[in-house]
């Protein structure tokens, strides 16, 4: 149990364009989901964290208006990169817990993110 | 703000060699703390939890330790596999409702035949 899906696994797109991802859980509920990006040998940054049927909180840096996060069911979040650039580039990771706070979280696969 | 440290960041060893992984904490507040496991271009898998009350874990090959005041936790692997090659990632969360998991920066493992 607690399996969390991400789609799609990798994209390539041009500089300028927007780009979405989502992130899914399979077989339970996630009140609260997670978005995580990490840069090459680097660790897992958290981005942002929603809440099912609420504004999404980012973190001190991410800008709200170019990573946005839309959290409308309980079973999916989606993460759009909007007028994506080279240094977009990146892995997306996301997390989904059944009632947020210190919860466990379930993480996704990823999404491998490249910008031409 | 938390910061998580791992040492070392790459470790290398021959296969059948027991193996400790560091990681320290700066915020000893914390309500658990987890080891996880990336393959290379993968998501996280889940190797142990530690409560903030319990003094270590075990599963199988792998026991986790940790001590909350001095901030340290280790990851033991005994009897190192090629397939546990890997990076093993340390994170740390504090309680309350607005908690967020902080990932420390990693140790690439590679076992050798």
């Known amino acids: 149990g607690a399996v969390v899906s991400q789609h799609p696994s990798w994209v390539i797109c041009k500089s300028g364009t927007s780009v979405k991802i989502e992130c899914r859980s399979l077989?339970?509920?996630?009140?609260?989901m997670f978005w995580y990006r990490q840069f090459p040998k680097q660790s897992l940054m958290l981005m942002a964290t929603?809440?099912?049927?609420?504004?999404?909180?980012?973190e001190q840096g991410v800008e709200k208006d170019k990573f946005l996060i839309n959290h409308a069911s309980l079973t999916l979040s989606t993460l759009t990169v909007t007028s994506a650039h080279p240094e977009d580039s990146s892995f997306y990771i996301c997390?989904?817990?059944?009632?947020?706070?210190?919860?466990?979280?379930?993480f996704g696969p990823g999404t491998r993110l490249t910008v031409l | 703000k938390q910061e998580v440290t791992q040492i070392p960041a790459a470790l290398s060893v021959p296969e059948g060699e027991n193996l400790v992984l560091n990681c320290s904490f700066t915020?000893?507040?914390?309500?658990?703390l987890q080891w996880f496991r990336q393959d290379p271009g993968k998501g996280l898998t889940s190797l142990l939890l530690?409560?903030?009350?319990?003094r270590e874990q075990t599963s199988g090959r792998l026991n986790a330790s940790l001590d909350k005041s001095s901030g340290r936790s280790t990851l033991y692997i005994a009897a190192s596999q090629p397939g546990d090659s890997a990076t093993y990632l340390c994170?740390?969360?504090?309680?309350?409702?607005?908690?967020?998991?902080?990932f420390g920066t990693g140790t690439r493992l590679q076992v050798t035949l």
């Open positions: 530690i409560q903030s009350s319990q």
């Open positions: 077989d339970f509920q996630a009140t609260t």
């Open positions: 929603s809440n099912e049927g609420s504004k999404a909180t980012h």
């Open positions: 915020d000893s507040a914390i309500y658990n």
């Open positions: 997390s989904a817990s059944l009632w947020g706070g210190t919860d466990t979280q379930y």
């Open positions: 994170a740390v969360i504090k309680g309350g409702t607005a908690s967020k998991l902080t």
